[in-house]
């Protein structure tokens, strides 16, 4: 790949572009245009915006996405989490239905492209990382209730607010008695028709004959049929007379020219929020990416991502939208339905820029309850219940976390929550590093492997003590290493060699260094010889550019068994087999 392919990867998969795969992303576009309409205008909805700005946010952005992008199937738009980390920013600075509200949104979307391009080009992908898979599990399902929690009162035709749970339900309860009885009537059959769809219209399409893929991809237009159901029962009945909330008014056209704040003292106090939004949306992008990759034996490049992510997220910006992200529905979707090149998403946009001019008229009578209904169904689906009970039972550490998550962005909003996972993991990962494990270990019999004393019958001997260490060495845990090892030796009055086995050291910085140059000459003083065994290639080098191997009262052995046979003959004792262990499997 050229360097100018590497930035614009239209530039690569455009070559092979023919008539069969225009007529397979045609069809794609088609099918995804008709799921996201409704979807956009929900988001906005969530987000806090008029519904028209989702829209537009589903416009220019799959544009620059196909042109800097590389996953061949991720459909770039408008999603429930960084909606609400949306409404959740803006919200902190503006009042909702203000001008200012509206130039916050654009705001975040410029400065989460900027971001994201910046970070693309330094090829910085790797922060991402920061986020374990906990973290993003809690917070993502906590998040799912929050938006839930908060469109019930769209179902409800209610008047509630809140930027945390406690602060949403008890909205909601101080307020549920002016429920309007017209709104719930839209509301609740609305919900119960898109939940039926996701599971039971597939298999009902099939038994009347539909083929399955034909089934599949008809189900996914039930928002549509909800949308169109819904509008004319407010159009039959005169809701909009008795109460229920409608959309009203959509401008009609192509997105407007907008331009970003400028204002330094917004800019600060959008940067942070930007920056979460930023990194959950390029997580949430590239695993969906990623995932969808690997069905097809594709591949791709997660510091181009976040190029072609900032590229969709500044478009948004200028043409009077919010920040986006690859979305794991539109983008399963648009896989299903056949899609081969990020050109079905410029051809989805051209569908949405074809309903903004055309189509914004007909929604002026759809009920807000439908698209709540629309979001709630589509939420419900990332709480995931079932991982804090598998965390619990493999890593009370992660779970630690991912509960830490859920617990502080329910009580404290999304962006304390993406704050606290973040720093709850890392402390975690901290304190397991500060204490690597390391296993005093002896050989198996009849082979030349070596294995945990406290798992396997092995041979050992009295005057060696033979210990595994298995994480690098580090400032983190050089000094617990040192303790360990002169406590292990303490309690061994017979000992006169330690070797330490190093197969599983990658690293040794310059306090793991000092560490084991104390540990030498501790040992030293005390008449017993410090060994090493299996140290790696790179480990070596640098140890050689120190004094460590010129002082070293020992020797450096290729293996653990070698080691082990010459400083048994060394001493002239047979090797003891140790019995009063059980093998109960390997490490």
Not at 258 to 284: H, M, N, Q, R, Y
Not at 341 to 360: D, E, H, N, R, S
Not at 563 to 570: E, W
């Given at each position: 790949m050229t360097m100018l392919s590497r930035y614009l990867p239209i530039l690569e998969w455009g070559r092979t572009y023919n008539r069969k795969i225009l007529t397979d992303d045609l069809m794609a576009a088609v099918i995804v245009t008709?799921?996201?309409?409704?979807?956009?205008?929900?988001?906005?909805?969530?987000?806090?915006?008029?519904?028209?700005?989702?829209?537009?946010?589903?416009?220019?952005?799959?544009?620059?996405?196909?042109?800097?992008?590389?996953?061949?199937?991720?459909a770039v738009g408008p999603v429930a989490v960084v909606s609400l980390m949306t409404a959740s920013a803006a919200g902190a600075v503006a009042a909702q239905g203000t001008a200012e509200y509206l130039e916050a949104a654009i705001t975040l979307a410029m400065l989460s492209g900027v971001m994201l391009a910046i970070l693309g080009l330094l090829r910085a992908g790797f922060l991402a990382n920061l986020l374990s898979h906990p973290v993003i599990s809690g917070f993502i399902t906590a998040s799912g209730i929050l938006i839930a929690t908060s469109q019930l009162k769209h179902i409800l035709g209610i008047k509630a607010g809140g930027d945390n749970w406690p602060e949403m339900l008890g909205s909601l309860a101080a307020a549920i008695g002016e429920t309007n009885v017209w709104t719930l009537a839209v509301g609740i059959p609305a919900t119960l028709f898109l939940f039926w769809v996701r599971k039971g219209a597939k298999p009902a399409l099939q038994r009347i004959g539909l083929p399955a893929r034909a089934a599949d991809m008809t189900?996914?237009?039930?928002?549509?049929?909800?949308?169109?159901?819904?509008?004319?029962?407010?159009?039959?009945?005169?809701?909009?007379?008795?109460?229920?909330?409608?959309?009203?008014?959509?401008?009609?056209?192509?997105?407007?020219?907008?331009?970003?704040?400028?204002?330094?003292?917004?800019?600060?106090?959008?940067?942070?929020?930007?920056?979460?939004?930023?990194?959950?949306?390029?997580?949430?992008?590239?695993?969906?990416?990623?995932?969808?990759?690997?069905?097809?034996?594709?591949?791709?490049?997660?510091?181009?991502?976040?190029i072609g992510l900032g590229a969709a997220n500044i478009a948004s910006?200028?043409?009077?939208?919010?920040?986006?992200?690859?979305?794991?529905?539109?983008?399963?979707?648009?896989?299903?339905?056949?899609?081969?090149?990020?050109?079905?998403?410029?051809?989805?946009?051209?569908?949405?820029?074809?309903?903004?001019?055309?189509?914004?008229?007909?929604?002026?009578?759809?009920?807000?309850?439908t698209l709540a209904a629309t979001i709630i169904v589509a939420v419900?689906?990332?709480?995931?219940?079932?991982?804090?009970?598998?965390?619990?039972?493999?890593?009370?550490?992660?779970?630690?976390?991912?509960?830490?998550?859920?617990?502080?962005?329910?009580?404290?909003?999304?962006?304390?929550?993406?704050?606290?996972?973040?720093?709850?993991?890392?402390?975690?990962?901290?304190?397991?590093?500060?204490?690597?494990?390391?296993?005093?270990?002896?050989?198996?019999?009849?082979?030349?492997?070596?294995?945990?004393?406290?798992?396997?019958?092995?041979?050992?001997?009295?005057?060696?003590?033979?210990?595994?260490?298995?994480?690098?060495?580090t400032y983190l845990n050089a000094r617990w290493l040192e303790e360990y090892v002169l406590e292990q030796v303490a309690d061994r009055p017979a000992v006169r060699h330690v070797i330490l086995m190093c197969s599983a050291v990658n690293e040794i910085d310059a306090s793991g260094l000092e560490s084991l140059e104390a540990i030498n000459h501790r040992l030293g003083d005390g008449a017993i010889g410090l060994h090493l065994s299996e140290v790696k290639?790179?480990?070596?080098?640098?140890?050689?550019?120190?004094?460590?191997?010129?002082?070293?009262?020992?020797?450096?052995?290729?293996?653990?068994?070698?080691?082990?046979?010459?400083?048994?003959?060394?001493?002239?004792?047979?090797?003891?087999?140790?019995?009063?262990?059980?093998?109960?499997?390997?490490?």
């Open positions: 008709i799921m996201l309409i409704p979807q956009s205008l929900a988001y906005a909805l969530l987000a806090g915006l008029p519904p028209v700005v989702g829209l537009y946010a589903s416009i220019l952005p799959l544009v620059l996405y196909a042109i800097f992008g590389t996953s061949r199937t991720l189900a996914k237009a039930g928002p549509v049929v909800a949308v169109a159901l819904t509008i004319l029962a407010v159009i039959a009945f005169d809701l909009g007379d008795r109460g229920v909330n409608l959309v009203g008014a959509i401008p009609q056209g192509l997105p407007p020219f907008a331009l970003p704040s400028t204002d330094l003292s917004l800019i600060e106090k959008l940067w942070v929020p930007a920056l979460l939004i930023s990194i959950i949306g390029f997580v949430e992008s590239v695993s969906v990416a990623q995932t969808l990759a690997a069905k097809r034996r594709q591949r791709i490049a997660p510091d181009q991502e976040l910006a200028f043409s009077g939208g919010y920040p986006v992200t690859g979305g794991f529905a539109r983008s399963a979707v648009n896989f299903d339905a056949g899609a081969q090149t990020p050109a079905a998403g410029a051809y989805t946009a051209v569908g949405i820029a074809l309903a903004t001019l055309f189509l914004t008229p007909l929604l002026f009578s759809l009920p807000i309850a419900l689906s990332l709480v995931d219940l079932k991982t804090p009970g598998r965390l619990w039972n493999y890593s009370k550490a992660d779970f630690a976390a991912h509960i830490a998550t859920i617990a502080i962005t329910l009580l404290a909003g999304v962006e304390m929550g993406v704050i606290t996972g973040v720093g709850v993991g890392l402390l975690l990962y901290l304190w397991r590093a500060s204490r690597p494990h390391a296993a005093i270990v002896g050989r198996v019999p009849e082979t030349e492997h070596f294995r945990n004393v406290d798992r396997h019958n092995v041979f050992t001997v009295p005057h060696i003590l033979s210990i595994r260490i298995d994480e690098a060495l290639g790179p480990v070596m080098d640098r140890l050689k550019r120190s004094h460590f191997i010129e002082d070293l009262n020992g020797e450096v052995f290729l293996s653990q068994s070698k080691a082990f046979d010459k400083l048994v003959s060394d001493d002239g004792a047979p090797p003891e087999p140790v019995d009063h262990y059980e093998a109960r499997g390997l490490i």
